[in-house]
Every structure is written in structure tokens, then in C-alpha cells.
């Protein structure tokens, strides 16, 4: 089916995933952009300015474990609408509390931004996977390209915010504002969609049952570490290409946030500009694809004698496992009667990957050096060259 041909009513709620998405990823890069000026503002020590951070972690870790029950007692629109609303609450109060010098306040509002966040990313991927096996078309990459596109919005808004030395109080709640526009926009166009109920089949033989049961988890299983591998290659350039382009390269800051920039810019470029490759050669295959050139990128950056080879290499990082996630939830969701519980559990198996893997490299990096710790996400890559037929289909062989 094509997706022009759905109804407006699809259309409609498809528009208000990518909104949630974006404005999500506009908040987080508000906030990270201005993170020296707060603390400033705070005039927090490197400990105390640990303790604010703490509060979007636990926030994030919270939202994404919990997520899953709350979706099977509300279901997925309540959860994005409060995923939709409280980075908006959280963002407005670090902009408040920071020149005030509350500190508890800032990191309330950090919790408030991570624990919205959390619950939204897996309520959005459940979504647009269900919109996904309405329309027969990619959805979730999509999805994925507008919280890139965020980020990139918001920094790029940061930057120029902090070159003009505009402070805080002024700043965040302008993205306050912009987010709620954009959180206003989804609330007012999220429509619940049809969903199959699950079907049993209590004639069928029992050992009938079982195998087909064990080969569908299994699947799961090596879409959840599909999934896993390439939230945690994004996770460690996110994390460390900055650090590792100043401590291994002696380059300057700028340049290596430049290099994260470009990171960014190439994800964008991926998700947006490859979402038609899945529909010609169909989503195992580019699955495979991504996963190859990822490792290629990242074993360049390890063996990089320059920084500029290192440079362009997290371009080609950021190209090779741009789609590999968003796939990875579409497989997951192509069930006609357990998508979603199956997108729930993938995309909590990612988004833990992204927050607690980076940091686990920080202490293999201590000791051996951070060009030998990105090895763990070159081999996470080059396992998922091998089972990425698990994330098969969608539109190649259907045709």
C-alpha cells in the first residue's frame, strides 16, 4: 500500500510521531549546548555539575525500563503525549533554576526531560512501527531522521545563542516555547489506529505451537541484538569522538566538536536520503550494508593516523549505522498480532545500549585507550553482519 494512499487520519497521527520525535531531539541539544552556561550559573563544582547530570540519566533510565508496563496499562498515545509534555516542563524549569541558583530545581528538570524522553522514544517507535504494518512503507527511519533533524535544529540554534551571548533564562525557555508548539501539534493529531488482536489457536498441536514460538523469540533475540550493536556504535561516537579527537589527535576543541557535528549530519543524511534503499533491496540487505560500512568506519578512526582521517571516518560511521536501529524496531513491529510488545522489548534493549555502553567504555578506554575501546562497538557491528537477515523483509521480496 502506498503511502499516499492512507487515510488522512494516519497521515495525521504519522505527522504527529515525526513532530514528538523532533521536538525531542530539539530539547536535548538546547539543553547540551548550554550545559557550560548553566553550570555557570549555578557556579556548581565538577562534582555538583555531576550530580545535576545524574538527574537526566536517572530520568532516562527510569522512563525507557518503565515504559513497557505503562504501555501495556495505557497503551502507546497517553505515552507519548506525557513524553511530549515533559521535556517542554523540564527544559522551561532548567531555564528558570539555573540563573536562580536552585539547584535541585535543574535537576528536577533534567529527570523530567529524560524520564518524558524515555517513555516517548519507545511509545514512538511502537507507533510508527504500527504505522508501519498499515501503510507497508518505512516509517520508523523516518521517525529516526526527525530526531536527528532536532538535534541538529536545536544545536545549530545553541551555538548561535551562545555566540550572541544570550543567557539562559532567556534561551531555554524560547525552546520551551518551540517545543511546546511542536508538542501542541501532536496532541491535536495523534489518532488511535486498528490494531489485530492476538489470534490463539487452541486446536493447533503442541509441539506445533512451541517451535513456532521458539523460532519467532529467536529472531527477537538477534533483532534485539541488531538493534543493541548499533545504538551502542552510536552511543560510543556520541560519548567519545570529541574526547578521542583532543587526547589522541592533541586536536583542537573546536575541531572535535566539529567532528560530532559531522557525526550528526551524516545520521541525518542516512535516515533521511536512505529510507528508499529499503523499499528497492529490502531491509535485511541494508541492514548488512549498514553494519559493513560502520565497521569500516570505525576501524578507520581506530587506525586513523591523522585527524582528518578520523574526521572523515566518523562520516562514514555515522552513514554505516544511521538506519541500522530504526530497521532493526521495523523488523520487530512486522508481526501482524505482537508488534507491539516485540518493538517494546527491542527498543529498551537499544536505548539501555546507548546509555550504559558508552560509559562501560570509559573504563576499557582508561586502561587500554579509547582507539582500542572502539573495537567493542566494531565487533558488536560485525556480529550483526552475520544475523542481519533476522530484520528481513519489508517491500523487496514483496513484490
Same mark, same amino acid.
Given at each position: 500500500?502506498?503511502?499516499?494512499?492512507?487515510?488522512?487520519?494516519?497521515?495525521?497521527?504519522?505527522?504527529?510521531?515525526? +513532530?514528538?520525535?523532533?521536538?525531542?531531539?530539539?530539547?536535548?541539544?538546547?539543553?547540551?549546548?548550554?550545559?557550560? +552556561?548553566?553550570?555557570?550559573?549555578?557556579?556548581?563544582?565538577?562534582?555538583?555539575?555531576?550530580?545535576?547530570?545524574?538527574?537526566?540519566?536517572?530520568?532516562?533510565?527510569?522512563?525507557?525500563?518503565?515504559?513497557?508496563?505503562?504501555?501495556?496499562?495505557?497503551?502507546?498515545?497517553?505515552?507519548?503525549?506525557?513524553?511530549?509534555?515533559?521535556?517542554?516542563?523540564?527544559?522551561? =524549569?532548567?531555564?528558570?533554576?539555573?540563573?536562580?541558583?536552585?539547584?535541585?530545581?535543574?535537576?528536577?528538570?533534567?529527570?523530567?526531560?529524560?524520564?518524558?524522553?524515555?517513555?516517548?522514544?519507545?511509545?514512538?517507535?511502537?507507533?510508527?512501527?504500527?504505522?508501519?504494518?498499515?501503510?507497508?512503507?518505512?516509517?520508523?527511519?523516518?521517525?529516526?531522521?526527525?530526531?536527528?533533524?532536532?538535534?541538529?535544529?536545536?544545536?545549530?540554534?545553541?551555538?548561535?545563542?551562545?555566540?550572541?551571548?544570550?543567557?539562559?533564562?532567556?534561551?531555554?525557555?524560547?525552546?520551551?516555547?518551540?517545543?511546546? @508548539?511542536?508538542?501542541?501539534?501532536?496532541?491535536?493529531?495523534?489518532?488511535?489506529?486498528?490494531? +489485530?488482536?492476538?489470534?490463539?489457536?487452541? $486446536?493447533?498441536?503442541?509441539?506445533?505451537?512451541?517451535?513456532?514460538?521458539?523460532?519467532?523469540?529467536?529472531?527477537?533475540?538477534?533483532?534485539?541484538?541488531?538493534?543493541?550493536?548499533?545504538?551502542?556504535?552510536?552511543?560510543?561516537?556520541?560519548?567519545?569522538?570529541?574526547?578521542?579527537?583532543?587526547?589522541?589527535? $592533541?586536536?583542537?576543541?573546536? =575541531?572535535?566538536?566539529?567532528?560530532?557535528?559531522?557525526?550528526?549530519?551524516?545520521?541525518?543524511?542516512?535516515?533521511?536520503?536512505?529510507?528508499?534503499?529499503?523499499?528497492?533491496?529490502?531491509?535485511?540487505?541494508?541492514?548488512?550494508?549498514?553494519?559493513?560500512?560502520?565497521?569500516?568506519?570505525?576501524?578507520?578512526?581506530?587506525?586513523?593516523?591523522?585527524?582528518?582521517?578520523?574526521?572523515?571516518?566518523?562520516?562514514?560511521?555515522?552513514?554505516?549505522?544511521?538506519?541500522?536501529?530504526?530497521?532493526?524496531?521495523?523488523?520487530?513491529?512486522?508481526?501482524?498480532? $505482537?508488534?507491539?510488545?516485540?518493538?517494546?522489548?527491542?527498543?529498551?534493549? @537499544?536505548?539501555?545500549?546507548?546509555?550504559?555502553?558508552?560509559?562501560?567504555?570509559?573504563?576499557?578506554?582508561?586502561?587500554? @585507550?579509547?582507539?582500542?575501546?572502539?573495537?567493542?562497538?566494531?565487533? =558488536?557491528?560485525?556480529?550483526?553482519?552475520?544475523?542481519?537477515? +533476522?530484520?528481513?523483509?519489508?517491500?523487496?521480496?514483496?513484490?
Amino acid at each position: 500500500m502506498d503511502t499516499t494512499a492512507a487515510p488522512p487520519s494516519t497521515r495525521r497521527h504519522r505527522l504527529a510521531l515525526f +513532530a514528538t520525535s523532533t521536538m525531542t531531539g530539539f530539547g536535548i541539544a538546547s539543553w547540551v549546548t548550554r550545559t557550560p +552556561a548553566v553550570r555557570e550559573d549555578l557556579g556548581a563544582s565538577i562534582e555538583a555539575m555531576g550530580f545535576v547530570l545524574f538527574g537526566l540519566s536517572i530520568g532516562s533510565m527510569l522512563g525507557i525500563l518503565s515504559a513497557g508496563a505503562l504501555i501495556r496499562r495505557l497503551g502507546t498515545r497517553p505515552l507519548v503525549l506525557v513524553g511530549a509534555a515533559l521535556p517542554v516542563v523540564g527544559i522551561l =524549569l532548567v531555564g528558570l533554576s539555573a540563573p536562580a541558583q536552585v539547584t535541585v530545581g535543574v535537576w528536577a528538570g533534567l529527570f523530567l526531560v529524560g524520564f518524558g524522553a524515555g517513555v516517548a522514544e519507545i511509545g514512538l517507535n511502537v507507533e510508527a512501527a504500527a504505522v508501519e504494518r498499515l501503510t507497508d512503507r518505512p516509517v520508523v527511519p523516518v521517525l529516526h531522521a526527525c530526531f536527528s533533524l532536532g538535534t541538529v535544529a536545536g544545536g545549530i540554534v545553541g551555538i548561535a545563542m551562545t555566540a550572541a551571548h544570550v543567557p539562559v533564562i532567556v534561551h531555554l525557555p524560547i525552546a520551551a516555547l518551540v517545543m511546546a @508548539g511542536l508538542a501542541a501539534f501532536a496532541a491535536t493529531n495523534l489518532r488511535p489506529l486498528p490494531r +489485530a488482536e492476538p489470534a490463539v489457536d487452541v $486446536d493447533a498441536p503442541r509441539s506445533t505451537t512451541t517451535i513456532r514460538r521458539s523460532v519467532v523469540t529467536m529472531q527477537l533475540v538477534f533483532i534485539a541484538v541488531i538493534t543493541l550493536a548499533m545504538a551502542f556504535a552510536e552511543g560510543a561516537a556520541s560519548d567519545w569522538l570529541p574526547l578521542l579527537m583532543t587526547s589522541d589527535h $592533541d586536536a583542537p576543541e573546536v =575541531l572535535g566538536s566539529l567532528v560530532f557535528t559531522g557525526f550528526a549530519l551524516a545520521m541525518l543524511i542516512g535516515r533521511s536520503a536512505g529510507t528508499p534503499l529499503v523499499t528497492r533491496f529490502g531491509r535485511g540487505a541494508v541492514v548488512r550494508a549498514c553494519a559493513v560500512v560502520g565497521v569500516v568506519g570505525v576501524l578507520v578512526v581506530v587506525v586513523s593516523p591523522s585527524p582528518f582521517v578520523t574526521a572523515g571516518a566518523a562520516v562514514v560511521w555515522g552513514l554505516g549505522i544511521a538506519l541500522g536501529f530504526p530497521l532493526a524496531v521495523s523488523a520487530a513491529g512486522d508481526h501482524p498480532t $505482537d508488534g507491539d510488545r516485540r518493538v517494546s522489548v527491542v527498543a529498551t534493549a @537499544g536505548y539501555i545500549a546507548f546509555l550504559v555502553g558508552p560509559p562501560a567504555l570509559g573504563f576499557l578506554g582508561e586502561h587500554l @585507550g579509547l582507539r582500542v575501546a572502539m573495537l567493542v562497538p566494531a565487533a =558488536l557491528l560485525a556480529i550483526t553482519i552475520v544475523i542481519a537477515s +533476522a530484520a528481513g523483509r519489508q517491500r523487496a521480496d514483496a513484490q
